[in-house]
């Protein structure tokens, strides 16, 4: 599948974005390093899973795989007047916290047919030295139902850059790390997904482990 089918507005404001503000501050603002570019499949659907530790990190992981990634964002956020209509431009959907959102995951679905990769963070949420502990089963059971494989990623150092009190975010060094395609879950069978959610982890760890 290609982008063919995503909304034109869509896909320009998101490169806009992306060229005039994410690479720049990435390569220059905070010194950023990426490895394993030549591990992305250009085409066809793709869940990419990543750890997180910054909210800058949905950003940072789409301009590193060079294909707009759509993320899932807390349903609140799509109650405020303006960002409502400016995530969904950039492919943000809405997931409760706490629950097994079937919406979510049918919106995660839309999206990769029309174009989109999808962006999960493996634990849900941020975790102090972005490292995963606990991962979810949710991106195994996205790419299961799509049939799509899963990309890993690796964010290093991104958990510096927002300082509790300080607006400004911190010119740290960070490095982006992508490791090799896990195929496509065989079922959706809880053993089969918790068995690749954690071959995501695994290699995601062994990539943080690499440092910057």
């Known amino acids: 599948m290609g982008t063919s089918r995503e909304p034109l507005i869509s896909l320009l404001l998101y490169h806009a974005f992306k060229w005039s503000v994410v690479s720049p501050v990435l390569h220059t603002y905070l010194r950023g390093q990426i490895y394993g570019a030549e591990n992305v499949p250009k085409t066809g659907p ?7 530790a910054s909210n800058f990190d949905p950003p940072l992981v789409s ?14 956020l799509f109650k405020i007047p303006v960002l409502k209509q400016a995530i969904e431009l950039y492919g943000a959907y809405p997931v ?8 979510a995951i049918r919106e995660a ?8 990769a999808i962006g999960v963070f493996l634990q ?6 972005g490292r995963i502990t606990d991962p979810k089963r949710g991106a195994a059971l ?3 139902k799509a049939k799509a494989p899963i990309l890993p990623v690796c964010l290093w150092g991104t958990q510096a850059i927002e300082q509790k009190g300080v607006i400004v975010p911190r010119s740290v060094p960070v490095t982006v790390r992508i490791g090799e395609v896990i195929e496509t879950p065989l079922s959706t069978d809880k053993e089969q997904l918790e068995a690749v959610t954690q071959q995501c982890m695994t290699a995601i760890n062994a990539l943080h482990d690499l440092g910057r």
């Not at 301009?63 to 609140?76: H, T």
């Not at 849900?124 to 030295?129: A, E, F, I, Q, V």
């Open 46 to 52: 793709l869940v990419v899973v990543s750890n997180h």
């Open 142 to 144: 996205i790419a299961a």
């Open 63 to 76: 301009n590193c795989v060079r294909r707009p990634v759509a993320y899932m964002a807390k349903e609140e």
């Open 124 to 129: 849900g949420t941020r975790t102090p030295d």
């Open 109 to 116: 679905l839309k999206h990769l047919d029309e174009g989109w």
């Open 96 to 103: 409760s916290r706490g629950s097994a959102d079937r919406t």
